[in-house]
């Protein structure tokens, strides 16, 4: 059994900055990917950043130049630094990694966090 729990979402102004985190926790061999998804309202659910094991990031071009991804292997945490935030920014974030775990085999699986509101306004 794996959970992704997020926090760090919120209300912010135009042009400031939040950090979201997500930790994973159950029994966990290894994570490859994670990534940052968003939701905004009457849209589909896209691509923000995603970030590697060893550390490599790609970001939607929405967000680079502004979003950070980062992650802590020892915590299996995933960050997102997000700055100069602007109302089009407002939306559900959502953790997701596929972890690999061991049942009677070792497993890939897919697991989302629960989501966590980003709300960007004056």
């Known amino acids: 059994q794996v959970q992704l729990v997020e926090s760090g979402g919120g209300l912010v102004q135009p042009g400031g900055s939040l950090r979201l985190s997500c930790a994973a926790s159950?029994?966990?061999?290894?994570?490859?990917?994670m990534d940052w998804f968003r939701q905004a309202p009457g849209k589909e659910r896209e691509l923000v950043a995603s970030?590697?094991?060893?550390?490599?990031?790609n970001y939607a071009d929405s967000v680079k130049g502004r979003f950070t991804i980062s992650r802590d292997n020892a915590k299996n945490t995933v960050y997102l630094q997000m700055n100069g935030l602007r109302p089009e920014d407002t939306a559900v974030y959502y953790c997701?990694?596929?972890?690999?775990?061991?049942?009677?085999?070792?497993?890939?699986?897919?697991?989302w966090g629960q989501g966590t509101l980003v709300t960007v306004s004056s």
């Open positions: 997701h990694a596929r972890p690999l775990v061991r049942d009677t085999t070792f497993k890939w699986l897919e697991v």
């Open positions: 970030i590697t094991s060893g550390g490599s990031a």
């Open positions: 159950g029994s966990i061999v290894s994570i490859n990917a």
